[in-house]
C-alpha cells in the first residue's frame, strides 16, 4: 500500500459540510423512490464490515422511532452465520428488508449476505458509492451515494455518506409506512439538510482542539470511546480512525459496559473519550465521565462547549458547533475522528494504515 498523507483526513473533513448539501436532496429523492417496493417491512435488519457496521449502529435508532420498525445493525459474518439461516419469506406488513452497506461495493461478506437474504425472501438494497459494484448487482434495489472527487483515505466522506444515505432511508420508509406524513417527512429531511452550516463550523473548531487532544492520546498505550445509542457507531468509528490513521490502539464501547467492567483496567490515566449528545443515554454519559475522573482518567468530552453538566468533568473538549435530534446526532458527532487521527499520527510520525500488516 502506498504511504498516504495524513493531511488527507484534514482534507477529507473540510469536505464534508459541502457533502452533506449536495447529497441529502438526491439522496433523499432516490430513497423515496424506493420504498414504495418494500414499504410494509416488518423488520429492517442493516448489515456491514467497519465503518460501514459504525453507521448502521448510528442509524438503528432513526429506524426505530422515526420509520416505527423494529431495526437490528449487524456485522456481515453474524448476520450470515447467526441470523441469516432463521429468515422466512414472509410478505405483506412482515416482509423483511435487508440493507447491505459498502461504500466501495465489494466488501465479500457484506455482498454475500445480501445475496443470502434474497434467497431467504428478504427485500434487499445496497448502499454504496458505486452502483455497478458486485453489492449493487446482488440486491433487489441500490440507493447509491457517489462521492466526486475522491481520493485514497480512512473512511471520513464514505462513512459520512453511508450514515446519511441510512438516516434519509428511515425517514422515506416512515412516511412509505404512514409513521408520518409528507410535510413532517419534509421537515426531517430539512433538519438533516440545515446541519450543513454545523457541520463546517463544528470541523473549524475542531482544529486546534484536535491538536491539544493530540497530545493526551499520543502517550497512553490504549484509548477508550464509550457511547450509547447512536453514540456507540460513532464510539466504534472513532476508535476505528484511530488505529488506522495514527496506529494507537483504541476501542469503542458502551457507556454502561465500560463502567461495568473496563473501569477497572490499567493505566488509571488513559484517555477517555465520553460521547456526549442530547438524548436518552446524556445523564448517563455524564455520570460515567465524573466516576472516570473520580479514578483518574483523562475524560475528552466530545459534546458541546455549553454542555457544563458533561464539561465540567473534563480534561478537554471536542466541541460540537451545533445541535440535532439524537437520531441525527452522529452526522455532529463523527467529525472529530478523522481530525484527530490525523493530528495524532503527526505527532507520533505515523501515516495512515502503516503500522499493519499489508
Not at 442493516?46 to 423494529?70: K, T
Not at 446519511?164 to 432511508?169: D, F, Q
Amino acid at each position: 500500500m502506498a504511504t498516504l498523507d495524513p493531511e488527507v483526513m484534514i482534507r477529507q473533513a473540510g469536505r464534508l459540510a459541502g457533502d452533506l448539501e449536495e447529497l441529502t436532496e438526491p439522496v433523499g429523492r432516490r430513497a423515496g423512490a424506493l420504498v414504495s417496493d418494500w414499504g410494509s417491512a416488518g423488520s429492517v435488519h442493516l448489515v456491514g464490515d467497519g465503518d460501514s457496521y459504525y453507521a448502521a449502529v448510528s442509524a438503528e435508532l432513526a429506524f426505530r422511532s422515526l420509520a416505527g420498525v423494529d431495526c437490528a445493525a449487524t456485522p456481515a459474518l453474524g448476520f450470515l452465520e447467526y441470523e441469516a439461516p432463521w429468515l422466512r419469506s414472509r410478505n405483506g406488513a412482515g416482509r423483511r428488508l435487508v440493507v447491505g452497506i459498502s461504500a466501495s461495493g465489494f466488501t465479500p461478506r457484506v455482498v454475500e449476505a445480501v445475496v443470502r437474504a434474497g434467497r431467504r425472501g428478504a427485500a434487499t438494497v445496497a448502499v454504496t458509492g458505486v452502483p455497478g459494484s458486485p453489492l449493487a448487482r446482488a440486491a433487489d434495489h441500490t440507493l447509491p451515494v457517489r462521492l466526486s472527487d475522491g481520493e485514497p483515505s480512512p473512511g471520513i466522506r464514505t462513512y459520512q455518506a453511508s450514515l446519511l444515505a441510512l438516516l434519509l432511508l428511515a425517514v422515506r420508509l416512515g412516511e412509505a409506512r404512514g409513521h408520518h406524513n409528507g410535510d413532517d417527512r419534509e421537515a426531517l429531511e430539512g433538519e438533516i439538510a440545515a446541519l450543513r452550516d454545523g457541520v463546517a463550523r463544528t470541523v473549524a473548531e475542531l482544529g486546534g482542539a484536535c491538536r491539544r487532544v493530540a497530545e493526551l492520546v499520543g502517550d497512553g498505550p490504549v484509548v477508550a470511546m464509550v457511547g450509547s445509542g447512536p453514540a456507540l457507531g460513532t464510539a466504534h468509528y472513532g476508535a476505528a480512525k484511530l488505529i488506522e490513521g495514527a496506529g494507537v490502539f483504541a476501542r469503542g464501547q458502551d457507556l454502561e459496559e465500560w463502567h461495568h467492567v473496563e473501569r477497572f483496567a490499567g493505566p488509571y490515566d488513559m484517555p477517555l473519550f465520553v460521547l456526549a449528545p442530547p438524548g436518552r443515554s446524556h445523564a448517563r454519559a455524564v455520570e460515567v465521565a465524573a466516576r472516570a475522573t473520580e479514578l483518574g482518567r483523562r475524560v475528552i468530552a466530545v459534546a458541546h462547549p455549553w454542555d457544563t453538566a458533561v464539561v465540567r468533568h473534563a480534561a478537554a473538549v471536542l466541541p460540537v458547533a451545533a445541535r440535532a435530534r439524537e437520531e441525527f446526532s452522529p452526522l455532529l458527532h463523527h467529525l472529530f475522528a478523522g481530525i484527530l487521527a490525523c493530528r495524532t499520527g503527526q505527532r507520533l510520525g505515523r501515516t495512515p494504515f502503516s503500522t499493519g500488516l499489508v
